[in-house]
């Protein structure tokens, strides 16, 4: 890195050609990457870009595709992945004007599938991803160094196979998610994501089988990064799907789970968490009432711990 800043500061002052000192930069912004500094490998990729565009003369070139391919990369790893999209689309347009690919080619891809399912455009999003599988799956797969882009890879493919009720493929992708995970002991909210939406699917579905073990560890990703009201809701989310499902056991331990954290995490309240606040203890309580145990020790803290709820989001004026 010193090396390379030192030879474009030369070559600034010999006013050198900016044909040629898009690839200084550039290197540079390479090195930064694999010191994983990507704020100043932005800068440098920045610069670099520039220097290609005051060339002119040369059109679009794959020199332009992989700096632009890089630069979607470290937007993603800032998470600026709105202005990445941008990048994404020139870095796409070009590869595939020359059919080949540059060397950060992934990112631009797995950008534009993002892009697609959210755009309700899943047919072309599964055409692009189709495009970069060898990177990820199979004996022929490359080398990817890169654990954030494998996480999503898995979690684009759990999706599409989701959207288009393709429950063996979900089944395929989530145990390959499950193998990557714990090979590289991943703990993280993007993962908590992926294996608690998978769940929902799969129990919406009528696939409940390894659903619930997944849903758990999932939660249990979330209650270590998320913010506790966050958290909280993808709990109760996960108790009133079991209901709906008829999973009602599972529904009524993920509720006992809800109110067990509540007192541990206590979070600050929103109106979201009150309503389901409100919604769990007025079920608890309607169930032992309905049992004859409303006179129990256990039925009267639970209420005490209610109105003191109750007492909390009257003073926040909720």
Known sequence: IKTMQKSIKI???CDYSAKSMWNNYYI???SYWFMNDYENCLDALIESLKCIEMNVSSGKTMQEASVLSLITGCRRKLGQKSIAGLEAIRAYQICEKFGTRCQFYLYPIATLVEAGLQNDQAEEAETMLNSITNSFEGESAELNYDLELTQTYYGLRIELSARKQEIQNCLRYQELLREFVDHYKIDNVEAGNLF???SMFMLESGESET???????GLKMHKKWKPAAEYLMMVYGAATTCISVD??????KFFQQFIADLEEKEPEFNESLLK?????YDQRFKAEIAAGSAESETTKNKYQKYATLLSRFEQNKW
């Open 276 to 280: 389901a606040i409100l919604d769990v």
């Open 196 to 198: 608690v939406a998978f």
């Open 28 to 30: 540079l912004g390479a």
């Open 11 to 13: 070559l600034q002052k």
């Open 247 to 252: 999973e009602n056991e599972e529904g009524e």
């Open 211 to 217: 659903a619930f073990a997944d849903l758990r560890r």
